[in-house]
């Protein structure tokens, strides 16, 4: 009786865990659901944003709002644009909301010290996934776009022209996988930051792995971007200056380490 009194105590607060998992993941997909239904509303107006970079570019090369179009080759086609479209935004908005839950599920189980430690983690990792996503689009797109369109040659006397004629599926793909993929990329400083704070990165050591990094961003940056210098450049420019911010957030996390353990070793003594 005394052994099964025993169990049911261990196996209870497990229960309530899963409990919590399933409320707070709940929580998470109602909002990215509501997030996607508003956003299936305004999906043709989020799309028009997202071809805006281009629809400039071509308004600036003298073509006229007759010529600036896209095509689609299949009968499905925009319809499961605009769907991704609803989702991609709404996994943007709600990213905060699943990093919330996230760290309402976490944070009971922590104590103090380490509340304070990752809660500004948390609030950076959105703030620098966002960062990311506007610096593609500000940034990047028209560079990139306007590297691409200078292949364009009008043709002439027993040759044809090779002309734009950008599929809206195509693009849409090509322009969310720049967005992801900066927004993942910022997320170097939160990531080396915690690895330093639970001893598994040192910044004497990123700094020594620093020639070995940049080969290895530039490797990154040529296969998450187009294959065209300008955005392998434009993302891996940035990566490198995260990964030496990393190195100087990591010596801080170091340098209150050692401040901590004096002030110990202090108490000790005393």
């Not at 689609?72 to 996994?91: D, G, H, I, Q, W």
């Not at 500000?138 to 044809?160: R, S, V």
């Not at 296969?223 to 955005?231: A, E």
């Amino acid at each position: 009786m005394a052994d099964t009194t025993d169990e049911q105590m261990q196996k209870m607060p497990l229960l309530d865990h899963l409990v919590e998992l399933r409320t707070r993941l709940l929580y998470s997909v109602g909002a990215l659901v509501v997030a996607f239904v508003a956003c299936w509303f305004l999906a043709e107006e989020i799309y028009r944003i997202l071809v805006q970079p281009l629809a400039d570019i071509l308004l600036d090369r003298g073509m006229d709002q007759s010529q600036r179009r896209m095509i689609f080759t299949n009968l499905t086609e925009v319809f499961f644009t605009y769907v991704k479209v609803s989702f991609f935004a709404a996994a943007f908005i709600t990213c905060p909301i699943f990093l919330t839950q996230i760290w309402m599920f976490v944070a009971p189980g922590l104590y103090k010290h380490e509340k304070q430690a990752f809660a500004p983690f948390l609030i950076a990792s959105p703030i620098l996934f966002f960062t990311g996503g506007a610096l593609v689009y500000f940034a990047i797109l028209p560079l990139a776009w306007e590297f691409f369109i200078q292949f364009e040659t009008p043709g002439g006397p027993g040759t044809l022209p090779i002309e734009l004629e950008a599929k809206v599926n195509e693009y849409l793909s090509l322009t969310m996988k720049l967005i992801f993929a900066f927004g993942i990329c910022f997320q170097l400083p939160v990531l080396m930051t915690l690895m330093a704070r639970v001893g598994l990165a040192t910044s004497e050591g990123m700094a020594r792995k620093r020639k070995y990094a940049i080969v290895g961003v530039f490797i990154v940056a040529a296969l998450m971007t187009p294959p065209d210098p300008i955005s392998q450049i434009s993302l891996a420019v940035p990566i490198i200056l995260l990964y030496e911010a990393s190195i100087w957030m990591a010596k801080l996390v170091e340098k209150k380490r050692r401040e901590r353990q004096e002030a110990i070793d202090r108490e000790l003594e005393s």
